[in-house]
């Protein structure tokens, strides 16, 4: 049993030094050209998973040398790399918890696959930006380390109440079509009796 799975992927545009840091009882995967920040890592790659077409060869065979296991998909598939790697970890193995790093930025349909994964596979997502993860229904004190947070319903939810935040809500239906509760600030309780959202944690862009 693994206490995290983390999982790194591309785009690589966030700060992998900022975000991550080693822990125990951890398995780490590299997924394409996420391989890319784990070259540097003083610790085994437990795992690659992708068909590596966007990853340098070099850096390939760098890494390669330090992955305790490979698996090379074909690059005309019926899924994406993530989607796979999500499917053989439930699959494959025991764990607690799963940490995407990256699969945010980049290219839109691949964030919008990325949610209906989350969804399924119940995972958080982080990049230097945003944080993003999954509520199912009961009572959930949030934390938020950003300037905004959001909650979108991606199925619908029954009786919300969102308490402590700027904005606040009561008992309130909030649909898969409802964008009442974006760009909320501070920390709260969130509760509901039916459904599941999604916590999307975001700063601006810094242009400095």
């Known amino acids: 049993m693994y206490d995290k799975v983390k999982i790194f992927c591309g785009p690589n545009d966030y700060d992998f030094k900022h975000l991550y840091f080693e822990e125990i009882n951890e398995f780490i995967i590299g997924v394409d050209s996420g391989l890319e920040y784990l070259t540097n890592l003083d610790k085994p790659v437990d795992l690659a998973v992708g068909d590596f077409d966007s990853i340098n060869k070099d850096i390939y065979n760098n890494v ?24 053989h970890i439930y699959n494959n193995l025991d764990y607690n918890e799963i940490e995407v790093y990256g699969g945010i930025s980049g290219r839109v349909d ?10 399924k596979y119940n995972f958080s997502m982080r990049d230097d930006l945003h944080y993003i993860y999954m509520l199912s229904k009961g009572k959930h004190i949030v934390n938020n380390y950003k300037k905004y947070i959001s909650f979108f319903a991606i199925e619908d939810c029954y009786n919300l109440s969102i308490k402590g935040f700027k904005f606040q809500v ?3 239906y909030l649909s898969t079509n409802d964008s009442l509760c974006v760009s909320n600030e501070g920390n709260g309780e969130v509760d509901f009796t039916k459904g599941k959202i999604l916590v999307i944690c975001s700063d601006d862009k810094s242009f400095t």
């Open 110 to 119: 691949h964030f919008l696959a990325n949610v209906n994964l989350i969804k």
């Open 64 to 87: 390669k040398s330090k992955c305790k296991e490979i698996i090379r998909l074909d690059k005309d598939k019926n899924m994406t790399d993530l989607a796979f790697t999500l499917d």
């Open 170 to 172: 009561n008992n309130y």
